[in-house]
């Protein structure tokens, strides 16, 4: 049972233009979502994250959006740079109790000079 | 602030053989988690501690996976025996402890890369 997913294990955007990764959630007790980096060989990198009293977040470059009706959340990159070539989870949890996190599959994002 | 330490980086094994994993998480984080990822998927929780307390462990294989996190700091997952499908990254993050209704994001470490032959 995936309860979260992200459909498109792949993206290619030019330098300097906007990445938008989507994610897709079906259990509607999720109340805090997130959005990890992941360089090969590391570990995630906390990005952005978002409340569910909320429907958009935004820090610089970054802004997650938040579409509770369609339990739709996406990331925004604006500009993108060739460092944000990277692979993306979003991760969703409820924040009463054990705030366990549920990880989508990730998307490859490949910034294009 | 240091980051969340896990070592060592990479084990290889063989099936059958048992394997062990250590975790430092930051400092004055209460809860730890440890996580599988698989190649092609996001990480998988495996154990969730709050101090040396188990929260979650319900996609824990307790037939062959154990863990601690004695004096509430430092934590060990062990498998024993592995097997071909333990072949993963291990990771461990840890967080602040919720204020509130706030959650706080779970800081992950650099993971152990496990290969069973």
């Known amino acids: 049972d995936q309860q979260v997913k992200q459909n498109s294990p792949s993206l290619s955007v030019q330098e300097g233009r906007i990445s938008i990764l989507n994610c897709d959630y079906t259990n509607s007790m999720f109340d805090y979502f997130l959005w990890y980096k992941k360089y090969p060989a590391e570990g995630p990198t906390f990005l952005i994250s978002i409340s569910s009293i909320k429907d958009k977040n935004e820090d610089g470059r970054f802004t997650v959006f938040l579409n509770k009706s369609a339990k739709h959340l996406s990331l925004h990159i604006v500009p993108s740079q060739p460092g944000d070539s990277a692979v993306y989870f979003c991760a969703a949890s409820v924040t009463r109790g054990a705030q366990k996190l549920v990880f989508g599959q990730g998307t490859r994002l490949t910034i294009n000079p | 602030e240091a980051g969340v330490a896990q070592s060592p980086r990479y084990k290889i094994i063989e099936k059958r053989q048992s394997v062990a994993f250590w975790c430092n998480p930051i400092s004055g984080h209460a809860t730890l988690y440890w996580y599988q990822q698989i190649l092609g998927q996001g990480p998988k929780l495996l154990i969730q501690?709050?101090?040396?307390?188990?929260?979650?462990d319900s996609q824990l294989p307790k037939d062959r996976f154990s863990a601690e996190r004695l004096k509430g700091v430092d934590s060990t997952l062990k498998i024993q025996p592995a097997k071909l499908e333990d072949s993963a990254v291990y990771l461990c993050?840890?967080?602040?402890?919720?204020?509130?209704?706030?959650?706080?994001?779970?800081?992950f470490g650099d993971g152990t890369r496990l290969s069973i032959l």
């Open positions: 993050a840890s967080s602040q402890a919720p204020r509130g209704l706030r959650n706080q994001p779970q800081h």
């Open positions: 501690f709050q101090n040396n307390g188990v929260v979650d």
